[in-house]
Nanobody
Framework: VQLQASGGGLVQAGGSLRLSCAASGRTFSNYYALGWFRQAPGKEREFVAAINFVVGSTYYADSVKGRFTVSRDNAKNTVYLQMNSLKSEDTAVYYC????????????????WGQGTLVTVSS
């Protein structure tokens, strides 16, 4: 199975973007959760949001709560990250990754990663 993240780009502060994470080769039903992470230059990779595939619940970092929304399209085997009210501090490479056992915010506990998509927010 492979994950393909897409949807990044350049947007002005206050704008919106929707990132997609598509799985090929296997459906998300084989996993427990999918997480979105981001990494800005010179910074540690950090948790952004996640969705629990078993119960459908979502979880967000405090820094994005109320602005970002994770959703899932089963027919397309795709998970989305809708990002609204973007800020310059949201600039980073965004990654999606899957977890088989639990929804966790620690990126090292995720097993399968997409290639990342760059989001740049201009102020």
């Amino acid at each position: 199975v492979q994950l393909q993240a897409s949807g990044g780009g350049l947007v002005q502060a206050g704008g919106s973007l929707r990132l997609s994470c598509a799985a090929s080769g296997r459906t998300f039903s084989n996993y427990y959760a999918l997480g979105w992470f981001r990494q800005a230059p010179g910074k540690e990779r950090e948790f952004v949001a996640a969705i629990n595939f078993v119960v459908g619940s979502t979880y967000y970092a405090d820094s994005v709560k109320g602005r970002f929304t994770v959703s899932r399209d089963n027919a397309k085997n795709t998970v989305y990250l809708q990002m609204n009210s973007l800020k310059s501090e949201d600039t980073a490479v965004y990654y999606c990754a899957t977890q088989r056992n639990a929804l966790t915010t620690w990126w090292k506990e995720y097993e399968l990663w997409g290639q990342g998509t760059l989001v740049t927010v201009s102020s």
